[in-house]
């Protein structure tokens, strides 16, 4: 709900569930990693997890940049459980880039979890690394479910005046997202460049205009899942602040 500065405050429930979501997300993923590391027994194998994480990483980034243009896009920050833990962030980021760099870590990775839950749940319950096949599918899931846990602390770095060396060092070879290059998401009109992983998929996306046409799509399906409706969120030109450059 909104304070009377009109400013959201997260529930009083949310720490207790996003921190169960952390600890339940991390032992899925030590599972899922062993496993994947114990059947990664021959030269050929490790290449095709090689390839797994690769493919887990490029999906990463195109699922954060779903989920950032979703949230961006439809429902409101009262909208029930997905409006404090998802729409809430990202709505405050546009209005406020440096609200980010002052979340703690469950405010900043909780919600990342709690969606990521499932995905891995299932692919522990339910299959193993033994075959090739699934060795790919468990080492996609495991590498994509890290990249994307991750995803949150990689974008409040690109918005971060001072990040840390380490994460400079990655950004500037690409690995993660780049403050320069998620700088044309806050430019007028705020409708490209939604990934945030790496940012390894935007320019494809943007280039295929991917998301406008999605939303097109669903318009015409007149689809509605809200009161207000399928309404996508305009920031007026100028409105919001830049992203603080770096000293040197």
């Not at 046409?213 to 015409?220: F, H, S, T």
Request: with cysteine.
């Amino acid at each position: 709900m909104a304070n009377i500065d009109g400013q959201f405050t997260r529930p009083r429930w949310a720490p207790v569930l996003e921190g169960s979501a952390v600890a339940a997300f991390f032992v899925l993923a030590s599972s899922l990693l062993v496993g994947v590391a114990r059947a990664a027994d021959t030269p050929e194998r490790i290449a095709l997890l090689l390839a797994a994480a690769l493919a887990g990483y490029l999906a990463a980034d195109f699922l954060s940049g779903c989920a950032h243009w979703f949230c961006d896009t439809f429902f409101d920050e009262q909208t029930p459980l997905l409006g404090p833990l998802l729409i809430a962030p990202f709505r405050e980021h546009h209005h406020d880039p440096l609200a980010i760099t002052r979340h703690g870590f469950l405010e900043l990775n909780g919600n990342s979890a709690l969606v990521l839950l499932p995905v891995l749940a299932a692919t522990w319950l339910w299959s193993s690394p033994a075959g090739s096949a699934a060795l790919f599918l468990h080492g996609m899931v495991t590498a994509g479910g890290l990249a994307l846990f991750a995803t949150n602390q990689f974008h409040r770095w690109a918005h971060e005046p001072q990040p840390p060396a380490v994460a400079r060092w990655l950004q500037q070879r690409g690995w993660i997202l780049a403050p320069e290059q998620h700088a044309r998401h806050h430019r007028p009109p705020h409708a490209g460049a939604y990934c945030i992983t790496a940012g390894w998929m935007n320019a494809p996306l943007d280039r295929l205009r991917f998301f406008p046409r999605c939303e097109r799509m669903l318009r015409a399906l007149r689809s509605r899942v809200s009161g207000t409706g399928f309404q996508p969120v305009h920031v007026p030109d100028g409105t919001l602040p830049k992203i603080p450059k770096r000293a040197g």
